[in-house]
């Protein structure tokens, strides 16, 4: 199957400061990706949609201003989280979707994990 | 809006079969999905269903599917520790662009 990728796996950081994580579609290209965000014991909440070459659809609640997207090519979009605060300690998941292959089109990476100190 | 629920949490004896539920509100689901989640790492892809099938099976996994009443199980036979992981059930409609996830159902398989 098709393989996503994500970048760190895992950071720690001071509050303050932004932290900037990758999603890669490796074997295919991903016209879309989907931004997650879990915390211990829930489920997925939906952050984001990113569009190659758009602007990124936010789902009510997120703030834009906070959780930067930018998917500039057909395999990589990134999410930055600016000025990260405790708060914004998390399990970030990506997805990428290969229109190619319906109905298993969404790929999962395996998940960065943020600690803000 | 679409809503898709489970159960948070089954405990089963290694050997013994596991069934996860769910239900899903939207009547215009195309396609169904399972995905397990193992600690500290991404959603894999089980396996799926499309809307017109009652049942597929795949080696120790059988989905059911109940369109009239928007219930789909997961089944898996044989559980082994291994298994032990949060399930994920999903849906997706042919002209929907987002997948509805459900809370996730932690298994766990005592040895």
């Known amino acids: 199957g098709a393989v996503v990728s994500q970048h760190p796996s895992w950071v720690i950081c001071k509050s303050g400061t932004s932290v900037k994580i990758e999603c890669r579609s490796l074997?295919?290209?991903?016209?879309?990706m989907f931004w997650y965000r879990q915390f211990p014991k829930q489920s997925l909440m939906l952050m984001a949609t990113?569009?190659?070459?758009?602007?990124?659809?936010?789902e009510q609640g997120v703030e834009k201003d906070k959780f930067l997207i930018n998917h500039a090519s057909l395999t990589l979009s990134t999410l930055t989280v600016t000025s990260a605060h405790p708060e914004d300690s998390s399990f970030y998941i990506c997805?990428?979707?290969?229109?190619?292959?319906?109905?298993?089109?969404?790929?999962f990476g395996p998940g960065t994990r943020l600690t803000v100190l | 809006g679409e809503d898709v629920e489970q159960s948070l949490f089954l405990s089963v004896r290694e050997g013994d079969s596991s069934v996860i539920n769910c239900t899903y509100t939207?009547?215009?689901?195309?396609?169904l999905y399972w995905y397990k989640q193992e600690p500290g790492a991404g959603l894999q892809l089980l396996t799926y269903?499309?809307?017109?099938?009652d049942m597929k099976q795949d080696q120790r996994l059988t989905v059911l599917l109940n369109k009239k009443d928007k219930h789909l199980s997961l089944r898996i036979a044989d559980t082994q520790t291994g298994d032990s992981a949060i399930y994920f059930c999903?849906?997706?409609?042919?002209?929907?662009?987002?997948?509805?996830f459900g809370a996730g159902t932690r298994l766990f398989v005592k040895a």
């Open positions: 997805s990428a979707r290969d229109s190619g292959q319906e109905p298993n089109e969404q790929f």
């Open positions: 074997d295919f290209q991903a016209t879309t």
């Open positions: 990113s569009n190659e070459g758009s602007k990124a659809t936010y």
């Open positions: 939207d009547s215009s689901s195309t396609y």
């Open positions: 269903i499309f809307s017109n099938m």
């Open positions: 999903a849906e997706k409609n042919t002209g929907g662009f987002k997948t509805i």
